[in-house]
């Protein structure tokens, strides 16, 4: 059992594979699923062979049951059960399966003597190895992508030592991350192991406070101290190097709790000389590699006077172009309030905010460089819980939250009252507030973001350190049931135990490899790959392992894409097959994820797919349909009247009675407006107005939409200048 807490708290920050459809946090979801299913297999096993149940008391029993029944209720009346459930699918963490597990930990390591000093330390050791892998992707150098192409290689059957040279020589550098957003740049922004820069600085966060543990508390080992201090160097400054704000307002935070108990509560001066010591420490990476933020930075700047240079007047450069990020939030915390708000009890169901936030999407977003990003999360974890659980999630969670700070106070309080050695004083004193310190610095960049693998890891285990390291856990009640099984045959039992952990760990793997087939089946549908008959083999494959509803989804629009080059290769009835096939995965999709406005707009652009297909005038009624329904779940997309003027516009063409003419001209012409006014300077909408007018013979009116569109959209833009010249 202690070896399995062990390599969970070694491995988790570590995980991470190349083929799947996310490379991080699937893969260490994974991970403490199959990792959550052992120890509770080997903690069976120890009832079963002691004839006695092995479950301790804690102080959190009361929160957290309140808790789990809260995310259970929320998953009983959600929006998609199966996303509430299983985590949103690319996000995976925060799904009901996901907090079980975490609880699940949090019991299996108060209840079976888990090493806590050893756990700690195997924390740090795994921090070590994730800063020392992110560091050299700081300077261009990021081990993740020759090893990432080398496995890849591997997995394509075509290594070799030649191949593997070339790899090592032309790849052992940043190349393999996008560059769209600095969020993958390790140059710029490092994240490691663990995915994000955010992320990274989390979990560094809590592990400084771990490390300032063991620094204070072997301070006087001179050969612990310089390798503690080392430690909290190197941390400190993998954490600048990730530029996460939130992570340093969070060390700032937990330094300050630390010092103020040790320092105006305890008033151990001892203490504070090493926590000065400290400081100063910290301060040496400020100076030298800075903290991103201008207003720290120009504290930390020395510069000599320079003589006076004549001014010189430039020409301002304009404003940056990309929407500031805390801009972005504070539109979708928005939106997560007036979700919570509209669903009060229980929320949209857990982990459903990707679709939920649809419902009340502020039309701000539009404005946004991220209007068309899919907000999984809330970020911000209290509201993500409000928008996705309603008041009742929201409340046992602050209330588990409120329950473990005033335990660790109480412990703090108590313990300076009981007689004890001054060592021993000291350190069920220091373990208790830097675990406390540690623990909030997750509640700090949860506020600002959202919780991760590896921070839900902290946020239900970090109480079980603390309730650990107390002499009785059961605050003076029993904490443990020697209840006899009576006269039930132990093989029989374990049997049974070993049969289902077999079944749960044959889930997991099959999960791990139908996901690689999705991630392939993406990589086929990019428009630059292009190739729908290998995505739609892979998504097909996928499902046979595991049916998912992002899968049919997937596989509906591969399905679809292939009827129309079926249709045009004049194959009649393959064509029909396909659209057949395509339409039972799109209704099957829907029929789990009902409200979600991702898969109506997919049936949509199947019906034109089929509209290509056939010429059936019925496929784009059913799109029209399709729309109108996502539009209920979604009334600020401009993408939606967008789609229905096309659309109508379709249908305008075919249409041969004039009245009926006239009725769909007025219809595209009603929702391209309605595009327009939700997004006014959404360039597609404006353009498609000015072909349509082209179209219905309004010259005019279009020559006005293309030169509104130059004016006052996408100045020079090559395409409109030349439908003016045409008209």
Request: hydrophobic share 45%.
């Amino acid at each position: 059992m202690n070896r399995l807490y062990y390599l969970l708290f070694f491995l988790t920050p570590l995980v991470m594979y190349p083929a799947t459809s996310e490379i991080f946090e699937f893969n260490k979801m994974l991970f403490i699923y199959a990792s959550t299913t052992l120890i509770v297999f080997f903690w069976a096993l120890k009832m079963i062979l002691n004839r006695k149940i092995i479950l301790k008391k804690t102080p959190l029993d009361v929160p957290l049951i309140l808790f789990v029944s809260a995310l259970v209720l929320s998953t009983t009346f959600s929006i998609d059960v199966h996303t509430s459930i299983f985590g949103y699918y690319g996000r995976f963490n925060g799904g009901l399966l996901s907090i079980l597990s975490y609880i699940v930990l949090f019991y299996g390591f108060v209840s079976n003597e888990i090493d806590l000093k050893k756990s700690l330390l195997w924390s740090l050791f795994s921090s070590v190895v994730v800063i020392l892998w992110g560091l050299p992707g700081h300077f261009n150098r990021d081990l993740t992508c020759p090893t990432f192409n080398t496995i890849l290689t591997a997995m394509s059957g075509n290594l070799d030592s030649a191949s593997f040279n070339s790899i090592w020589t032309t790849k052992f550098n940043n190349s393999c991350w996008s560059r769209e957003t600095n969020v993958f740049d390790p140059a710029s922004r490092m994240f490691s192991t663990l995915g994000q820069p955010n992320w990274l600085g989390a979990y560094l966060a809590v592990n400084f406070f771990i490390g300032v543990y063991f620094f204070l508390k072997k301070r006087e080992d001179l050969k612990f101290l310089i390798l503690s201090s080392i430690y909290l160097f190197l941390n400190f400054t993998a954490l600048l190097f990730s530029r996460s704000r939130s992570a340093m307002l969070s060390v700032a935070i937990g330094s300050l709790i630390v010092a103020i108990y040790l320092g105006f509560v305890k008033k151990s001066k001892n203490h504070l000389r090493y926590l000065s010591v400290l400081v100063i420490l910290m301060a040496i990476p400020v100076i030298f590699f800075k903290t991103g933020i201008g207003q720290i930075d120009n504290l930390f700047k020395f510069t000599t006077p320079k003589k006076q240079q004549p001014v010189v007047t430039t020409t301002p450069q304009p404003p940056s172009e990309i929407t500031e990020s805390f801009d972005i939030r504070k539109i979708v915390w928005k939106g997560a309030l007036d979700l919570g708000f509209k669903y009060p009890l229980t929320g949209t169901g857990v982990e459903t905010f990707a679709y939920g936030y649809f419902f009340t999407r502020p039309q701000a977003h539009n404005m946004t460089t991220e209007w068309d990003f899919i907000y999984n999360k809330a970020h911000n974890e209290y509201l993500n819980y409000f928008a996705t659980t309603g008041f009742t999630g929201l409340a046992t969670y602050i209330g588990f939250i409120v329950v473990f700070i005033i335990y660790s106070l109480k412990l703090l309080k108590s313990r300076s009252t009981v007689k004890k050695t001054k060592h021993e004083s000291e350190s069920d004193d220091l373990l208790t507030i830097t675990l406390l310190a540690a623990w909030s610095t997750a509640l700090v960049t949860n506020f600002f973001g959202f919780s991760t693998t590896t921070i839900n890891l902290f946020v239900f285990l970090i109480p079980a350190f603390t309730i650990v390291s107390t002499l009785d856990v059961s605050s003076g009640q029993k904490v443990e049931k020697n209840k006899s099984f009576g006269p039930i045959f132990k093989g029989t039992a374990i049997f049974l135990s070993l049969a289902i952990t077999t079944y749960v760990m044959i889930s997991i793997s099959a999960y791990f490899v139908a996901d690689i087939d999705y991630g392939q089946g993406l990589y086929y549908s990019k428009p630059q790959v292009n190739d729908f008959q290998k995505s739609a083999y892979y998504f097909q494959e996928a499902l046979k392992k595991r049916r998912e509803p992002v899968y049919e989804d997937k596989l509906s629009y591969s399905l679809a894409y292939l009827s129309g080059i079926a249709a045009y290769q004049k194959n009649d009835d393959a064509a029909s097959q396909l659209m057949t096939a395509s339409e039972y995965y799109s209704l099957k999709s829907l029929k789990t994820s009902p409200k979600n406005v991702l898969y109506w707009k997919t049936r949509a652009k199947n019906k034109y797919l089929f509209y290509v297909s056939d010429q059936n005038r019925k496929h784009l009624d059913d799109g029209v349909v399709a729309l109108e329904r996502a539009r209920e779940f979604s009334p600020t997309d401009a993408k939606i009247p967008y789609s229905l003027a096309v659309f109508y516009s379709l249908i305008y063409d075919i249409e041969v009675d004039p009245v009926l003419k006239t009725g769909m001209e007025k219809k595209a012409l009603d929702e391209i407006n309605m595009s327009i006014a939700l997004k006014p300077d959404f360039y597609d909408s404006h353009f498609f107005k000015g072909q349509f007018y082209k179209k219905v013979g309004k010259t005019e009116e279009a020559k006005s939409t293309f030169k509104y569109i130059l004016e006052n959209v996408k100045a020079d833009d090559q395409p409109t200048l030349q439908e003016l010249e045409d008209l």
